[in-house]
């Protein structure tokens, strides 16, 4: 009896501490599920916070430092071109290859031509102009000077003269260069220096189109341009080169060349005579013998 009434007992205490634990365990859960909302909303809230602060960090100076990380200069150029229109050039050696010189004076495509013409290192007489387009890279960048910089000085060329027919006095340019100086540097006709003066303030994608004028009349030079550029206190150079990577060109003018050449009826180039070619251009008639 006294056994069974023991058993009875141990019974009616588990019964009774079984409900107790699972509500310890109800409570439990519950506290975790609390403890993870709160988390989850702390953490959204955060990754919120910081993201607002990192688009607006980005916004005002990200894509500068990826930029600057990744090594791109601080200013594109947008487009570079030497206009070669209505202006005499020269040829540093004559054309002779039959087949260059069939493609020079017959009717074939111009860039097949200027591809032949620029072979023979074709220059600008006297003065070549150029159109360079610069793109800011920065959310703000200062140009604060350009130079044009010889990478190689000749005599002058000779091997072969061209003569526009309707060659006339060029355009004004916004500024010009001297290579014959021994220090060339920017200027317009008010000043001596225009980059001592003045500077050129860009933002990103902002363009400025720069007409600029180089005159070489004493040899035949090679250059590019050094441009030098300010962006977030920090003094970088960009280099411009010519069309294709190549160095810009220009020529003086030669006593005598090994062959002359005036535009064709048929689009291309057709030899004339030295006489014939001092009669159609007045910059040559100053050289000797004509």
Not at 91 to 105: I, S, Y
Not at 254 to 280: E, H, K, T
Request: net charge positive; charged share 25%.
């Amino acid at each position: 009896m006294a056994r069974a009434r023991r058993k009875r007992r141990a019974k009616s205490a588990g019964a009774d501490e079984a409900p107790a634990s699972r509500m310890e365990e109800a409570g439990d859960g519950r506290w975790k599920a609390a403890r993870t909302w709160v988390a989850g909303t702390v953490s959204a809230v955060l990754i919120a916070a910081i993201g607002v602060v990192f688009t607006a960090w980005f916004n005002a100076r990200g894509p500068d430092t990826v930029d600057r990380i990744s090594g791109a200069p601080p200013i594109k150029v947008g487009h570079v071109a030497v206009d070669y229109s209505a202006q005499d050039t020269a040829l540093r050696t004559p054309v002779t290859e039959p087949g260059e010189r069939a493609a020079l004076l017959g009717n074939t495509s111009g860039s097949r031509r200027d591809t032949i013409m620029a072979s023979h290192h074709w220059a600008p007489l006297d003065q070549a102009n150029l159109t360079v387009v610069l793109v800011g890279n920065r959310s703000s960048v200062r140009i604060v000077d350009i130079e044009p910089r010889v990478l190689d000085r000749k005599p002058v060329s000779d091997g072969a003269l061209l003569v526009y027919t309707a060659a006339g006095e060029a355009d004004t340019v916004e500024l010009s260069a001297d290579l014959d100086k021994p220090a060339p540097r920017f200027a317009t006709a008010e000043d001596a220096s225009y980059f001592r003066k003045k500077q050129i303030d860009l933002k990103r994608d902002e363009p400025v189109t720069l007409s600029l004028s180089i005159k070489g009349t004493a040899a035949y030079y090679e250059f590019d341009l050094l441009v030098t550029v300010l962006a977030e206190d920090r003094t970088e150079q960009v280099t411009i080169k010519g069309p294709g990577q190549s160095p810009f060109r220009v020529t003086g003018i030669a006593d005598a060349y090994r062959a002359y050449y005036a535009v064709s009826p048929l689009r291309g180039w057709q030899p004339i005579s030295r006489g014939q070619a001092c009669a159609i251009e007045r910059k040559i008639q100053k050289s000797k013998g004509c």
